[in-house]
C-alpha cells in the first residue's frame, strides 16, 4: 500500500500494522459491494434488453447495417488466426501422433479440437477483443459528447437503436464468423499436413468428415450464440453506462474485453458439463 | 441605452406577456445527496431570450434538461405551453417535445454520420419518411441559415468548433422548435467565432421567433442576446433583470459575473 511507503516504518509500525489491517477489510468490503453492485446492474441492463427487443418498433436499417459492420470488419482477422491456428495445430500434432503410428488420424484429430473448441473460443476472444471494446468505446464515446442524449431528444430510443441492434448483431454474426474461421482452419490443417507428406484434398475433407459427427458441431455452434451475445451485452453495458469523462472511453473498451473474454470461458465450461451430461 | 430604444423595450415586453411558454414552479432536483436545484421559479416568454448565468457545477444543463424530459424532476410544477407536463399522456408529450430544440454543450453531432445525415435522422425520426426532395430542401436551407452549405457531405470530425456548433444549431433548427434552449453554445470557441454565434442565436431568435433559454459563462453572449438575465446561485434563482440592471447590482457576487 502506498501509504506504508511514505511513512517512517519503524516509528508508527505498530499503528500503520492495525491500519492497514483495517484499511485491508474496507478494501476488500468496498469491493464486494462494488463487484454485487456491478452484477445488479448488469442484470437489470439485460433484463432491460430482452424488454426492449421484443416492443416495437424494431431498429431493422440500424441493425443491418450493424450486422454488416461487425461482421465485415472481423472477417480478415479471424480469417487469418484462423488458418494459423490450424496449420499451427496441425504441424504441432504431427510427431506425437508420429510416434503411436497414428499420423493418418492427423485430420480427423485437428478437425475435432478446430470444430469443438479451438474455432469458436479463438475466434470470440478476437471478437470480444475487436467487437467488444469497439463497442465499448463506441457507446462510451456517444454518452460523454451527448450524442445518447441527442438522440433521445429526436424522439428516439437511444437503448434499442444503439444497444439492442448490437447485442443482436453480436449474437448472429459471431456464429458466422466461427464457421467461417472452422472453415479456414481446416484449410490451413490441409496445407500443414501436405508440408510433410502428401494428401489429397478429397482424402483429407473425406477423413475430416467421417470423424465429425452431429454432436460435435451442433454444441459447437450453440455455444458461440452465446459467446456473441455475452460479447455484445457486455460491451454495451460498459459503453451505455461509462462515466461521463474522456477516461470513461478507454475505460470503457478495456472493460469490455476483459468481462467479455472472463465470459467466454465461464460459458465455455458450463457448455462443456451440458454437452457432457447429454451424451453420457 | 436611448429613449427610442427604451420604449421599444416596453412594447416587446407587453408583448411577450401575452403568453409564457414554458414555466417551473418550485422545481426541485437531487441526485442522491447532491440537491443540484432547491427550488427554481422562472418563466420564459414567447419570443424572448433569456439567459441564464451561473457557476459550473450549479446544476444549470439539469434545469433545460428537465424541459424535454433527459431529467426527470423530483418536486415542483413544469409547464410547457400552459400545460403541466405531469399530467400530459405519452402522445401529447411527444407533440410538445417536437417544438422543442436542443442545442447540446459538446454539440452532440454523430460522428458516425455525415453532415447530411446528421440532419436527416432529427428528421425521419421525429417526421416518419418524408419525401426526397423534401427532405433535401429542409436539410439545404438548415444548412444555409448557419452558414454551412459546402460542408454538406464532410463528417463531424473534418469541422472546426465553430462550424460543429453551427452543425449543432442546424440540426435542431430543422424541425422548426418553438423554444431553443441553448447549453453553452459559445463555450470553447474564439471570441469572433463566439461573436458569430450569438449573432446566429439572434437571427433564429428573430427568423423564427422562437423563445430561447441561453445558458451561458460568455458575458459578451448574454449581452448581445438576452433580453432578461436569471442568475442561478446554490439551486435558487439568486436574482433577474436586464444585463443593464444586474450590471450595476448591489450584489458583489453578482457584479463579479460581469466583469
Ligand atoms: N445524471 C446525473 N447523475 C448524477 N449527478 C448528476 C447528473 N447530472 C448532473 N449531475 C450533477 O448535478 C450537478 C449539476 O450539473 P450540471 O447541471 O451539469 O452543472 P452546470 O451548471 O455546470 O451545467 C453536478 O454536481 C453534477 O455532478
Ligand atoms: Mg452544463
Redesign the pocket.
Known amino acids: 500500500m502506498e501509504k506504508t511507503i511514505t511513512q517512517k516504518p519503524d516509528s508508527k509500525k505498530q499503528n500503520l500494522k492495525i491500519d492497514s489491517e483495517n484499511d485491508d477489510e474496507s478494501i476488500s468490503k468496498s469491493l464486494l459491494k462494488k463487484f454485487f453492485i456491478e452484477v445488479s446492474s448488469l442484470t437489470i441492463f439485460t433484463l432491460r434488453f430482452f424488454r426492449e427487443v421484443l416492443k416495437p418498433p424494431y431498429e431493422f436499417n440500424e441493425l443491418v447495417k450493424q450486422s454488416f459492420l461487425i461482421g465485415y470488419k472481423s472477417l480478415p482477422l479471424v480469417a487469418i488466426t484462423g488458418f494459423i491456428i490450424g496449420l499451427v495445430l496441425t504441424i504441432q500434432s504431427r510427431p506425437t501422433l508420429a510416434k503411436f503410428g497414428a499420423e493418418s488420424w492427423l485430420p480427423a484429430m485437428v478437425a475435432v479440437s478446430i470444430i469443438r473448441e479451438i474455432g469458436p473460443v479463438i475466434t470470440a476472444l478476437i471478437f470480444a477483443g475487436k467487437v467488444g471494446s469497439g463497442i465499448g468505446a463506441e457507446l462510451a464515446s456517444m454518452n460523454v459528447t451527448e450524442q445518447i442524449d441527442a438522440m433521445q431528444v429526436s424522439h428516439t430510443n437511444p437503448f434499442k437503436y444503439l444497444v439492442v441492434t448490437r447485442v443482436i448483431s453480436a449474437t448472429v454474426m459471431l456464429p458466422l464468423l466461427v464457421i467461417f474461421a472452422d472453415a479456414v482452419g481446416l484449410f490451413g490443417s490441409f496445407i500443414g499436413v501436405n508440408l510433410k507428406g502428401n494428401v489429397s484434398a478429397y482424402l483429407f475433407f473425406s477423413q475430416v468428415f467421417q470423424s465429425l459427427e452431429f454432436k460435435d458441431l451442433f454444441p459447437a455452434i450453440i455455444k458461440t450464440f452465446f459467446f456473441g451475445f455475452a460479447i455484445g451485452l457486455i460491451g454495451s453495458y460498459k459503453g451505455y453506462n461509462s462515466n461521463k469523462g474522456t477516461e470513461g472511453v478507454g475505460k470503457a473498451a478495456n472493460t469490455a474485453v476483459v468481462f467479455g473474454s472472463l465470459m467466454i470461458f465461464i460459458i465455455d465450461m458450463i457448455a462443456v458439463q451440458i454437452t457432457s451430461l447429454f451424451q453420457s | 441605452m436611448t429613449i427610442v430604444e427604451s420604449s421599444i423595450e416596453i412594447k416587446k415586453d407587453i408583448k411577450q406577456n401575452n403568453s409564457v411558454v414554458v414555466e417551473m414552479r418550485n422545481l426541485k432536483k437531487s441526485?442522491e445527496k447532491?440537491h443540484?436545484l432547491r427550488d427554481i421559479n422562472l418563466s420564459i416568454n414567447k419570443g424572448e431570450n433569456l439567459v441564464i448565468l451561473?457557476q459550473?457545477?450549479?446544476?444549470?444543463?439539469?434545469?433545460i434538461k428537465c424541459i424535454v424530459g433527459l431529467?426527470e424532476l423530483d418536486e415542483g410544477k413544469l409547464l410547457i405551453f400552459g400545460k403541466d407536463i405531469s399530467e400530459l399522456k405519452n402522445k401529447e408529450l411527444i407533440e410538445i417535445r417536437k417544438k422543442i430544440g436542443f442545442l447540446f454543450q459538446s454539440g452532440a453531432l454523430y460522428d458516425s454520420m455525415t453532415v447530411r445525415e446528421n440532419l436527416e435522422f432529427p428528421l425521419t425520426r421525429q417526421l416518419g419518411s418524408i419525401p426526397k426532395e423534401e427532405m433535401n430542401s429542409l436539410i439545404v436551407e438548415a444548412l444555409t441559415d448557419v452558414g454551412l452549405e459546402e460542408a454538406i457531405d464532410k463528417t463531424p470530425s473534418e469541422l472546426s468548433g465553430g462550424m460543429r456548433k453551427r452543425l449543432g444549431l442546424a440540426r435542431t433548427l430543422i424541425l422548426k422548435p418553438e423554444i431553443m434552449l441553448y447549453d453553452e453554445p459559445t463555450t470553447g470557441l474564439d471570441p469572433i467565432t463566439s461573436k458569430e454565434i450569438s449573432r446566429l442565436i439572434l437571427e433564429v431568435q428573430k427568423k423564427y421567433n422562437t423563445s430561447s433559454i441561453i445558458?451561458t459563462h460568455d458575458i459578451e453572449c448574454a449581452k448581445l442576446t438576452a433580453n432578461r438575465i436569471i442568475v442561478i446561485k446554490d439551486g435558487v434563482c439568486a436574482a433577474q433583470g436586464s444585463y443593464a440592471d444586474l450590471e450595476k447590482s448591489a450584489d458583489s457576487w453578482i457584479r463579479s459575473f460581469f466583469e
Open positions: 441526485f447532491n443540484v451561473g459550473s457545477g450549479t446544476g444549470k444543463s439539469v434545469l431529467v445558458i
